[in-house]
């Protein structure tokens, strides 16, 4: 591989720290975690870009569009913050139940690692009993017709069911990208850069998570038409949910300022590539 100075995201990482603390403060959760999560990814893709691990870093690019996106809805919807915690409690309660799934098969088979599935099934009960609302408690119970929540060999084949077949629980709106994006407003100015991080990037970012051939066997260098690519990607990671949030927070002029001198030293040469 043939190396490249590279961008150093540094002075991007601290002013976004600065305007999305200032702007957790506000919100309060879910949606300051989700900000923290950005950030998060913004340290990884600094530290991948010093390494040049090219792929990796769209990897981890892909991991933030989806925040961004889920972000952005919570923020027009409000009323769905709630329900993205009561949902991510139940998909929670069914990751659980897949590890109960999971020892059973192994304990059918032989069991060659000598697994306790009592275990397995006191620790997935402990999740409905400690961790989840008493409004997911009832629903569980209700859908499954149960007066308390346990597994046995007797019922194992209908909860497995309920987990599999619910809507809730197969694939909640958080999980779903395009169903988010398509109910967003369409703001003026972001609409097409939008459009493009989800339908264009995201895209490729997924092809390589997904372990697309020839992306990984053609190999990726980080040339300049590469950085140019993920400068794009991370300036509107950056400055998206600052666009929804606006008129909802107020943030520090200052460090707003810097935020945005940093993120419009990102695009410049972007488009000559295009």
């Known amino acids: 591989m043939q190396y490249v100075k590279v ?7 601290e002013a976004c720290f600065n305007v999305y603390q200032e702007i957790g403060n506000q ?14 990814n913004l340290e990884c893709i600094n530290a991948l870009l010093s390494a040049q691990t090219t792929h990796e870093i769209l990897i981890i690019l892909r991991s933030s569009i989806e925040t961004v996106v889920l972000f952005c809805y919570l923020t027009t919807h409000l009323d769905k913050q709630q329900e993205y915690i009561s949902d991510s409690e139940l998909m929670e309660l069914k990751n659980t139940f897949i590890l109960v799934k999971n020892w059973k098969k192994d304990i059918d088979t032989g069991n060659p690692l000598n697994l306790n599935l009592q275990e397995a099934i006191n620790y997935h009960e402990e999740i ?4 989840l609302s008493k409004q997911n408690q009832e629903y569980v119970l209700e859908q499954l017709k149960l007066k308390k929540y346990e597994v046995t060999l007797d ?7 309920f987990y599999r077949i619910n809507k809730r629980i197969r694939k909640p709106f958080f999980m779903d990208m395009e169903k988010m994006y398509s109910e967003l407003p369409k703001l003026y100015g972001l609409d097409v850069g939008l459009r493009d991080l989800i339908y264009s990037d995201y895209n490729i970012n997924s092809q390589v998570s997904h372990g697309q051939y020839y992306i990984w066997t053609r190999g990726m260098q980080t040339d300049e038409r590469f950085i140019e690519q993920v400068k794009s990607q991370i300036a509107k990671i950056v400055t998206y949910p600052l666009m929804f949030l606006k008129g909802q927070v107020t943030i ?23």
């Open 7 to 13: 961008l150093n995201l540094n002075n991007l990482i």
């Open 27 to 40: 919100i309060g959760e879910p949606r300051t975690i989700l900000l923290r999560k950005i950030i998060s």
């Open 128 to 131: 409905f009993n400690k961790h």
């Open 155 to 161: 019922n194992f084949n209908t909860i497995d069911k």
């Open 252 to 274: 520090n002029l200052k460090n707003l300022t810097r935020l945005k001198s940093i993120t419009d030293q990102l695009i410049p040469n972007f488009y000559k590539y295009q």
